[in-house]
C-alpha cells in the first residue's frame, strides 16, 4: 500500500551539470505527473503520461527538460546544463484512469538546488 | 486561459476556531472542476476538497467546506474547529477536467495554526 515516492528527496547541484529525478507511482495507476514548484509560487505542470500514449510534454520549459517511463511505471525526469532558475520543488503524481473523477496522488517532491 | 489569484499570502487561525482562505479564478471553460489542495511541512499535496462547477451545493469534506459563488468566480475555503495538523500551504486550482495537466494552481496560502 506505499503511495507515491520520488528520489533524491534534495539534491545540489552545480550549474551546468546534468540530474536526473526519479518517480515511483501508485502500483497500477496508469497516469503519471511531473510539475515544479517553485519559491512562493504554485504547481506548474510540466508533463503528463497515460499508458502507452504519447505523453503530453506541453509543460516544458525548454528542450533542457525531457521525461521517459519505462514499463509504465516509474519514471525519470532529466534536466541537462542545469540553470539556477531550475532550483525549485519538483513533484510527481499519479492516478488510476477510468469513468469519474480520478484522484491524483503526490509524491513528497526533490528539492532542486542549483548552485 | 484560466488563472487563479489568491490575495492572502499568509493567514492564522486560533486553535478550535474558524477560518475562510480566498480565491478567485477566471476561465473561459462552460464546465470546469475547483480544487483545494493541503500541503503540509512534508511537501506531499493532499486534496482537501473539489468542487464540480455545474453543481450549485457546496462541496462538505468533514471540517472542510466550500463557498463557491459562480457568477462571482469566487472559491474560499472554511476550515472549522482548526486544528494544529491544519498548519500548511493551501492552493486552490481549476482545471477544465480532472486531468491534471489542465490544472492551474493559485500561489497558495500559508495557514498557520496556533495554540
Known amino acids: 500500500g506505499a503511495g507515491v515516492s520520488q528520489s533524491p528527496s534534495n539534491k545540489v547541484t552545480e550549474k551546468g551539470k546534468d540530474v536526473e529525478l526519479r518517480c515511483d507511482p501508485i502500483?497500477?495507476?496508469?497516469?503519471l505527473y511531473w510539475y515544479r514548484q517553485s519559491l512562493g509560487q504554485g504547481l506548474e505542470f510540466l508533463i503528463y503520461?497515460?499508458?502507452?500514449?504519447?505523453?503530453?510534454k506541453s509543460g516544458l520549459p525548454s528542450d533542457r527538460f525531457s521525461a521517459e517511463r519505462t514499463g509504465g511505471s516509474v519514471s525519470t525526469l532529466t534536466i541537462q546544463r542545469t540553470q539556477q532558475e531550475d532550483s525549485a520543488v519538483y513533484l510527481c503524481?499519479?492516478?488510476?484512469?477510468?469513468?469519474?473523477?480520478?484522484?491524483?496522488?503526490f509524491g513528497p517532491g526533490t528539492r532542486l538546488t542549483v548552485l | 486561459a484560466q488563472t487563479v489569484t489568491q490575495s492572502q499570502p499568509e493567514m492564522s487561525v486560533q486553535e478550535a476556531e474558524t477560518v475562510t482562505l480566498s480565491c478567485t479564478y477566471d476561465?473561459?471553460?462552460?464546465?470546469?472542476?475547483l480544487f483545494w489542495y493541503k500541503q503540509p511541512p512534508s511537501r506531499q499535496m493532499i486534496l482537501v476538497i473539489r468542487?464540480?462547477?455545474?453543481?450549485?451545493q457546496n462541496a462538505t469534506e468533514n471540517r472542510f467546506s466550500v463557498n463557491f459563488q459562480k457568477a462571482a468566480k469566487s472559491f474560499s475555503l472554511k476550515i472549522s474547529d482548526s486544528q494544529l495538523g491544519d498548519t500548511a500551504m493551501y492552493f486552490c486550482?481549476?482545471?477544465?477536467?480532472?486531468?491534471?495537466?489542465?490544472?492551474?494552481f493559485g500561489p497558495g496560502t500559508r495557514l498557520s495554526v496556533l495554540p
Open positions: 503524481a499519479s492516478s488510476s484512469t477510468g469513468t469519474g473523477y480520478n484522484e491524483q496522488f
Open positions: 502500483s497500477g495507476h496508469t497516469a
Open positions: 503520461f497515460q499508458g502507452n500514449s504519447a505523453p503530453d
Open positions: 476561465t473561459s471553460e462552460s464546465n470546469y472542476y
Open positions: 468542487q464540480e462547477a455545474y453543481k450549485q
Open positions: 486550482a481549476s482545471g477544465r477536467d480532472n486531468y491534471g495537466q489542465n490544472f492551474v
